[in-house]
Structure formats: structure tokens, C-alpha cells
């Protein structure tokens, strides 16, 4: 797509050459649905810049490798039809410049499976500058995130509150200032992102060297405080009485259904759905209580990391001691920029709604959340004097790609199709990986859009495709949890683990399978889902 072009549809790519691979599985979950053009305009080069300063970190590219390219085959990710998808190429090309992994590996863990007819390439001039580079980065990347949310917290909190602008160039100066803080914290939230996978990883082979497989499960959960528990924990204070919802929404305000997406109505802007989860976790028994079952997680954990240790020769038990240990630090710090960087945007939510305010009582929009259909740069520059003609086009465009589908993968230019209202049911097998334990029989409860489904009820088993930190709070309601799009260390699996809710994750078509009603048993340690009785038609 030429600039003048992708200037007038921002959230579209356009066309692409049919030798490049796409796939939306994990973009999705990063941005579930279809954007608006403010939210991808933030997005878009903010996350390809961090991706991309995220791998000079570790000495894979070069600093000067991190301007988003201008050819969208040469992207780490785009939008297609308003959705979010990876450049399989791409990641390929770092994956087979990366020690330790390669560009099939990379393709496997990330999208799920390895496309047939590749073949890693692998290119070894990078190695002895990641040799020095990867440490130094890891022992970082730690002090880098919390240096970053220690002040973008109390920012957010004065943004929202007693600080939020009034006048049009306030509201614009603190939209910038949103985006810059945005991408300060999201480089390194990116790098704690891939060394999670890799601590994963290696922490399950310490496992296999055990003669332990599985292990690994019970040996990355139970970390104690982490930034979803915290919301969970502060949400069942709620439900007892013993915290305000004035003080929750002060606290966790900029979480929300969708909460990715600025034309959201986060918790802070409508509290009705966060009123539903109070009474939900309200008929929840008190053994339910998230404190009590983080402490059982940490027990968990501890056993775990004694019986890895009892199975290993003495030789390898230092070693081991050290990446658990290492784990223990990086894996939470995956929830801790997440929030900050959901902080940021909600910002730039505030923002954007004050610029939208202004706007319309001087006449240049028809309604404040005409914003939501323009770039960072349009809102905060001049406005067009066809401004009004833009945001409609945009808007009808939206409205139409919210009604297609792309395929899950795909190589060049994408072919749209049309979503049924109701899909079809297809037959076939639920599997998928098994990344928190226990079974549980229960009533499945399909949820694509939280901010449009019927709630989930207590002991109903969670159905979706994806999962964002908004949904910790629906997860405690749920018995168990089958998701579509993740894997090990998605936000979803490490959620379930410190919850002790069984989860099977990556199923890619249990949303497809399963209709809510149906009766299901859910085996997380086999990675299995039964339909034990169909719902009634």
C-alpha cells in the first residue's frame, strides 16, 4: 500500500509479496480484534520499534535495525483488515541469528507450528556479540522495569485524577507524552517477554534431565505477588467488605474489558462490569480466597524445586539452583510491564477523550470519540479541514473489517471472509498444552467478547480464544479455563498456575468446538478437553 494510501486506512496493510508468511496467533492476543486507527497508530511502530530494540539488547540486531521499516514485508508485525498479525519471516530471520534457538524453534513456539517447505537458515556472525551483550541485558532488564513503573504508576494515577487536562493543548502535549512513556517501558517488558521463554524452556529440559517431565508446571508458579494477583486479591477484598470500590477502581482502574483498545470504557470509565465480578466473587466460598491459594502455589513450588533437586546428580543441582532462581525473578516481571505499559495507555485514553471533547464543542467533530479514528500525529497537529469526511470513511471502514475474518496463516496478501453470525460447530479433538493441573467436570461458558457476552457464573468453565490482564478477574469465577492462542508463558497459563485453576491452552479451535452449555471435562495435565454431553440445541 502506498503512504498516501495507508495515511487514509492506517489500520490495513494493504498488499504484500505472496512470499512472505503471516500468522495472527499471539498478535492476537497482544491485540485481540480490530483496532482503531489511535490505538494502532500507538501500537503499531511503538511495539515494532521495541521488538526490534528488544533484540539489539541481546546483541541479535543492531541499534540501527530498530526504525520500523517502511515496507511492510520487512515488519516484525502489521494489521491486516484491522487485525493484528507476525511476520513469520521476519521472526524467522532473528531466530536464525539467535544462539541457542533458531528460526523453526522460533516459528514453533511463538505461532504454534512450523509451516511445511521451510528450513532454518542459521547465520552465526551475530553469536559473539550476543555472548556479550545477553548477560549484561538479563541482569538489566530487571532494574530497567521497575525503574520504569516506579514512576509511570503515580503518573497515571495524577493523569486520571485531580491532573487531567482541560484545555485542547494539554490534552495533546499529555497524548505524547503517553506514547513516549509507552515505548520507554515496552522495550524492556519486550526482552523480560523472550527471556521468559527462554527460562521456561530451560527449566523444563532441567526437568527432562531429571526424568521429571512435567515438573516444570509446579516449578514456574507460586511467585506470590504478581501484578494480576494483586488485582484478584484486591477484587475478593471487595466482595468481603474490607475495600471500596472507589479505592479498587483508584488502584486498578485502567484494567477493563478490551482494555487494549483506547475506545474502551475501562473499569475507571464504567464500573458496571466490575459490580458483576464483586457479586460473582460474593458466592464464592471463602476457601476460594486468591491469598490462601497463591500461599498453596508458593508450597507447590517449593516441593517441586526439592524434588528437582533430589533427582539431579550434584553437579548439576548449583547450576539449576541459580536459573530457578533467575525464573523466580524474571517470569513475574512479565504482569508488572503489562500493567505499565496498560497504564500508559489509559493515559492516552484520558487524553484522547478531553481532545475529543474539546473538538466537538468547538464543531470540529460530531461527538468526543471521533478521536478514537485518528493518528496520534492528526490529533495532536491541526485538524484537517476535512477531518469530518476522514473519521466517517474510517468509521464505515472499521464497521466492515469488524465483520470479516482473515485466515489464521497465510503467506503475502490475506483473503478476507465473512463471519456467520452463529459459527458452525466442527467436529474433531480438544488438545492442547497443558500448562496448569487438575480436572474438572463442568457447564462451558463460550466467551468471544467479554464486553458484549452474558457474564460467567461461579464454577462454569471459561471458554475464549485469548486472554489480556482484564480477564484474571473472570478467571477466579471459573472452575477451569480452555483458551485457543497461548502457550506455556502466556499471560492466561501463568495466571491459571498462580490461581490452581486447570487450564489447557493453544487448542486453536475449542471456541469453534464447544458451545456455552455444554457439559466438559477439562483434564490440565493431559492438555485434554471432553464434551461429555452437548448442550441442548
Request: aromatic share 6%; hydrophobic share 40%; charged share 25%.
Amino acid at each position: 500500500m502506498s503512504p498516501a494510501a495507508r495515511e487514509k486506512n492506517p489500520i490495513h496493510a494493504g498488499m504484500c509479496d505472496p512470499s512472505v508468511g503471516w500468522s495472527t496467533t499471539n498478535a492476537s492476543e497482544a491485540l485481540p480484534g480490530v483496532v482503531t486507527p489511535l490505538t494502532w497508530s500507538i501500537f503499531g511502530d511503538g511495539v515494532e520499534r521495541s521488538m526490534r530494540g528488544a533484540f539489539a539488547d541481546m546483541g541479535v540486531l543492531r541499534e540501527s535495525e530498530c526504525v520500523p521499516p517502511a515496507r511492510t514485508e520487512q515488519r516484525l508485525w502489521d494489521l491486516w483488515y484491522g487485525r493484528a498479525a507476525g511476520n513469520l519471516n521476519t521472526f524467522r530471520f532473528v531466530g536464525d541469528r539467535t544462539p541457542g534457538t533458531s528460526g523453526d524453534a522460533v516459528e514453533e513456539q511463538i505461532f504454534g507450528r512450523v509451516r511445511p517447505g521451510v528450513t532454518s537458515k542459521k547465520v552465526y556472525s551475530r553469536y559473539p556479540i550476543v555472548a556479550v551483550k545477553m548477560p549484561y541485558s538479563a541482569l538489566r532488564c530487571q532494574a530497567r522495569l521497575r525503574e520504569a513503573t516506579a514512576t509511570i504508576y503515580p503518573w497515571w494515577q495524577r493523569s486520571v485524577g485531580g491532573g487531567r487536562p482541560t484545555e485542547l493543548a494539554q490534552a495533546q502535549a499529555l497524548l505524547r507524552e503517553a506514547v513516549q512513556n509507552f515505548e520507554r517501558v515496552m522495550r524492556p517488558h519486550t526482552l523480560a517477554a523472550m527471556l521468559c521463554q527462554a527460562l521456561y524452556d530451560q527449566v523444563r529440559a532441567a526437568a527432562e534431565r531429571a526424568h521429571r517431565p512435567g515438573l516444570e508446571i509446579s516449578l514456574v508458579t507460586g511467585y506470590g505477588d504478581m501484578a494480576e494477583t494483586v488485582v484478584v486479591g484486591d477484587l475478593w477484598a471487595v466482595s468481603r467488605n474490607r475495600l471500596s470500590v472507589e479505592e479498587f477502581v483508584t488502584r486498578h482502574g485502567f484494567h477493563g474489558p478490551n482494555e487494549g483498545e483506547l475506545s474502551a470504557r475501562v473499569w475507571r470509565l464504567d464500573q458496571a462490569p466490575l459490580e458483576r465480578l464483586v457479586a460473582a466473587y460474593r458466592e464464592m466460598p471463602d476457601e476460594r480466597d486468591p491469598h490462601r491459594v497463591v500461599a498453596e502455589r508458593g508450597d507447590e513450588r517449593r516441593r517441586a524445586e526439592a524434588e528437582l533437586m533430589r533427582a539431579l546428580p550434584s553437579w548439576q543441582r548449583p547450576p539449576t539452583r541459580v536459573l530457578l532462581d533467575i525464573a523466580a525473578n524474571l517470569i513475574p516481571l512479565r504482569g508488572i510491564g503489562k500493567a505499565s505499559f496498560l497504564q500508559c495507555l489509559d493515559v492516552a485514553r484520558v487524553a484522547a477523550r478531553v481532545c475529543g471533547e474539546v473538538l466537538t464543542r468547538s464543531g470540529a467533530f460530531a461527538v468526543p470519540e471521533d478521536a478514537f479514528w485518528l493518528t496520534v500525529d492528526e490529533l495532536t497537529g491541526a485538524p484537517a479541514p476535512d477531518v469530518d469526511a476522514l473519521i466517517a470513511t474510517r468509521r464505515a471502514v472499521t464497521d466492515e473489517y469488524r465483520r470479516v475474518g482473515v485466515p489464521e496463516v497465510w503467506q503475502g496478501t490475506p483473503r478476507p471472509f465473512v463471519l456467520a453470525a452463529t459459527a458452525d460447530r466442527i467436529d474433531g479433538e480438544i488438545s492442547g498444552a497443558a500448562v496448569s493441573p487438575g480436572v474438572v467436570e463442568g457447564t462451558a461458558r463460550l466467551i468471544l467478547d467479554p464486553e458484549a457476552d452474558e457474564e460467567l457464573k461461579p464454577g462454569e468453565i471459561l471458554v475464549c480464544r485469548t486472554t489480556d490482564p482484564s480477564w484474571a478477574s473472570l478467571m477466579m469465577v471459573a472452575s477451569a479455563l480452555v483458551i485457543d492462542i497461548g502457550g506455556a508463558i502466556s499471560h492466561g497459563a501463568i495466571v491459571a498456575r498462580e490461581l490452581g485453576i486447570p487450564c489447557v491452552i493453544g487448542t486453536r479451535t475449542g471456541t469453534q468446538i464447544l458451545r456455552t452449555g455444554d457439559r466438559i471435562r477439562v483434564d490440565g495435565e493431559r492438555g485434554a478437553v471432553e464434551i461429555l454431553a452437548p448442550a441442548a440445541p
